[in-house]
């Protein structure tokens, strides 16, 4: 079975240093790889995919992701943060043999420091 | 704003009650998945609907049940309600079984006293 693991609850870092938010993998076959992220009270917000092609993929407001076949892992970073990007982050894993079944992390508290 | 919608907003209710929550996909998608988030559990897939059929499921509870209509919007309907049912419970769709992405709704704060 799928499973997706972020290590860490929350991750705290200064405004304007660079930010990871750790994700770590375990599928079967080729897997396809997500970010998500969640404001308070709000649903929650597509940011950047891995399928296939370059390790590293561009998102949304500056992010991206580091796809490591070796390491299994997906980190999220950014190079520089904005107290706006505090919020919650979920990493997710999606079956490539199913019908989209996706498998989402127990997800990382982003906190920007100004 | 995602595109999808979720009524209602808010729901309190009391143990032993039955409710039904309902979403509406963004124009055009075809697959809709309920998820369930909590504290203690995290975010939870429950089902996936694909026009009209089930395609998916994952740790939904026998009390609750979902169905997509021929309009393709979705109801999840939660039964026999517990104290422990209270959660967000958020809808979310894509264009079809192929695509990746998911474009979530706002949710539905369920709570049960």
């Known amino acids: 079975a799928q499973s997706v693991a972020q290590p860490e609850d929350q991750v705290n870092v200064a405004e304007g240093n660079p930010l990871t938010v750790k994700c770590t993998y375990s599928v079967s076959g080729n897997p396809y790889l997500f970010w998500y992220v969640q404001y308070p009270n709000r649903g929650l917000q597509f940011l950047l995919k891995?399928?296939?092609?370059?390790?590293l993929v561009k998102g949304s407001y500056g992010f991206e992701a580091e796809f490591n076949k070796s390491q299994t892992s997906f980190h999220l970073k950014k190079p520089s943060a904005l107290v706006s990007d505090s919020a919650l982050y979920f990493c997710a894993v999606r079956d490539p043999g199913g019908y989209q079944k996706v498998t989402f992390g127990t997800g990382t508290k982003l906190q920007v420091i100004p | 704003d995602s595109g999808v919608t979720q009524t209602p907003k808010h729901l309190i209710t009391a143990t032993g009650q039955r409710v039904t929550l309902r979403c509406s996909p963004r124009?055009?998608?075809?697959?809709v998945y309920w998820y369930q988030q909590s504290l203690d559990q995290g975010l939870q897939f429950l089902i996936q609907?694909?026009?009209?059929?089930?395609?998916a499921k994952g740790n939904i509870l026998e009390r609750f049940s979902a169905q997509q209509f021929p309009d393709l919007h979705s109801e999840l309907n939660l039964s026999s309600l517990e104290l422990g049912d209270s959660a967000l419970y958020f809808c979310?769709?894509?264009?079809?079984?192929?695509?990746?992405?998911?474009?979530f709704g706002p949710g539905t704060r369920l709570t049960v006293t």
């Open positions: 979310a769709s894509s264009p079809g079984q192929g695509d990746y992405e998911q474009y």
């Open positions: 891995y399928i296939t092609g370059d390790n």
């Open positions: 609907y694909y026009n009209g059929e089930e395609r």
């Open positions: 124009s055009g998608d075809l697959s």
